[in-house]
C-alpha cells in the first residue's frame, strides 16, 4: 500500500513538472521599493520609477498589497512633477484596490491623508480642510508621523490665512519636530511656508533663516523640486516689496533650476513611456498565450504517453505482487500444516511416539491383492515383516509426520490418497516423500523397494 502511494507520488510530481505550476508574484520589501523610486525621483528619472510600478499594477500574478502599494508610488511620481490630476487618479485608483485587502481601514486612512495633501496643494483649502477633521476625529488612525506632520503643517497655514500668526508659528514648529523624526527631506516644505509666515509678520531676519534651512534640506537630500519651490516663493515676496534687483537675480536662478528639472517634459516623458509599456504589454500577452497554447498540446501529448505507460506498469506490478502474496501464503500454510503440532493440555498424557517394529501394525493394511488402479502405485503394498532390521532403524529416526507418510505408502496409498487421509494437501505430501527418500539415501520407490529385498 506505501509503495503504492509512493508511486503515486512520483507519477503527481511528474505530471506537475511537465505542465509546470505558476507561482505568486513578488514584489521586493515595500520599504526597498519605496526608496528605489524614491531615490529615482530624486534625481529626476521618473521614468525609470514608472517603469518600476507599472508592472505591478498590469501584471494579475501580483497581489491586492502589492497592487496598492504601486500605485502609491506613481501617485508619489506624478506629484513629484506636480501631474496632481494624474496623482489623484493614483490614489484614487489605490483606494479601489485597498478595499480587495485585508487592510481596507489601514490603507484608506492613510489615502485619505494624502488627498488631503493634494487638495491643500492645489488650493482647495475647504476640501482639504474637511478631510483633515474627518482624520484628526479618528485620531489620526493609522496615519504614520510623517503624514501627521504634513497634516499638521497644513493646519497652520490655514491659521496663518485667518492671521493668527502666534498660534500658526506654534503649529509650523509642532510640525517640523515631527518631520525631523520621520522624514527630514520634507522640511524644506514647511520652511517655505514660515518664510511666508515671517514675511506678513515683517520678521526678514527670521524669513532669510527659513530660506537658509530649507536650502539646506534641500541640498542635504538633493531634492531641486524644493530649491525651486523656495525660489518661487521668494520671488513672489521679492515682487510684492518691489526689490528688483534681488527678484532678477532669483528669477535666473529660478529659470536655471527649470530648465534642469523640464517639468513639463518629464510629465510628457511619463504618460509616453506608459502608454508604450501598455502597448508593449499587450503584444507580450498575446505571444505568451500562444505558446502557452502550442506548448500545452505539446505536452498534453507526451504526459498521456507516459501516463498511460505508468499506469499499465503499476497494474502489472500489482497483479504480479498479488500472484507472489498468494504464492508464499499458500506455502506458509502448508508448511505449517507440515511441522504444527497443537498443544495438549496440561492433564493429557504425551502419546509414545509411532515406532515401527516386528510388532502387527496398528493401521489397516492393504491386501496383497488389491488391484494397482494408480499410476502412483510403484511400490507393491509391504508389510512391517518384510523391512530389514538395519532399514527400521533409519525409519524410526523419522519424524512422527513423516512415519505416518511412509505407514501409508506402505499400505500401497496414492499421493492423493495420502493427502486425504493425513488432511494435507498434495504438495504437502510429495514434500515429505522426497524429505524421506533423503533420509533413507533412495531415489524413489522402486529404489525403496530394492533396498527392502537386499
Known sequence: ?????????????????????????????????????????????????????????????????????????????????????????????????????????????????????????????????????????????????????????????????????????????????????????????????????????????????????????????????????????????????????????????????NLIYAREEKIAALHDQKESYLLDERDKKLRQQEASTKALILSTGGLMVILAGLVYWLIRYRRQKAKANADILRMREELEAAFATPPLPLDVQQPEPVLFTKEPAAFPIASPEEPNDSPERELPELTIEQIPETMLTLINELSGRQKEVLQCMLAGMTNKEIADKLSISNNTVKYHIKNIYVFLEIKDRKDFLISVKR
Do not use: W
Open 1 to 257: 500500500m506505501f509503495r503504492d502511494v509512493y508511486l503515486l507520488r512520483i507519477l503527481a510530481v511528474v505530471l506537475f513538472g511537465f505542465a509546470g505550476v505558476p507561482g505568486n508574484g513578488q514584489v521586493k520589501n515595500y520599504k526597498q521599493l519605496e526608496e528605489q523610486v524614491y531615490q529615482l525621483n530624486n534625481k529626476l528619472k521618473f521614468t525609470e520609477a514608472q517603469s518600476l510600478l507599472l508592472p505591478v499594477l498590469e501584471d494579475s500574478k501580483y497581489t491586492a498589497d502589492e497592487k496598492y502599494q504601486a500605485a502609491l508610488l506613481l501617485s508619489y511620481t506624478y506629484k513629484r512633477v506636480f501631474d496632481y490630476q494624474s496623482t489623484l487618479k493614483y490614489l484614487h485608483l489605490a483606494y479601489t484596490i485597498a478595499g480587495e485587502t485585508g487592510k481596507k481601514e489601514e490603507y484608506r486612512q492613510a489615502l485619505l491623508a494624502e488627498e488631503a495633501l493634494v487638495q491643500f496643494d492645489t488650493r482647495h483649502y475647504t476640501l482639504s480642510d474637511s478631510i483633515m477633521n474627518v482624520i484628526a476625529r479618528n485620531g489620526y488612525a493609522f496615519i504614520d508621523t510623517e503624514n501627521k506632520a504634513k497634516l499638521i503643517m497644513q493646519q497652520a497655514y490655514l491659521l496663518f490665512l485667518k492671521k493668527d500668526f502666534v498660534r500658526s508659528e506654534q503649529t509650523y514648529d509642532v510640525a517640523i519636530g515631527l518631520l525631523k523624526r520621520a522624514a527630514a527631506c520634507h522640511l524644506p516644505m514647511i520652511y517655505v511656508k514660515k518664510m511666508q509666515l515671517y514675511d506678513a509678520m515683517n520678521q526678514p531676519a527670521k524669513l532669510e533663516e527659513a530660506l537658509q534651512l530649507s536650502g539646506h534640506y534641500a541640498d542635504s537630500c538633493s531634492i531641486i523640486k524644493y530649491h525651486i519651490y523656495a525660489n518661487e516663493e521668494l520671488l513672489k515676496l521679492l515682487e510684492k516689496r518691489n526689490d528688483l534687483a534681488r527678484s532678477v537675480a532669483t528669477r535666473k536662478k529660478l529659470d536655471s533650476l
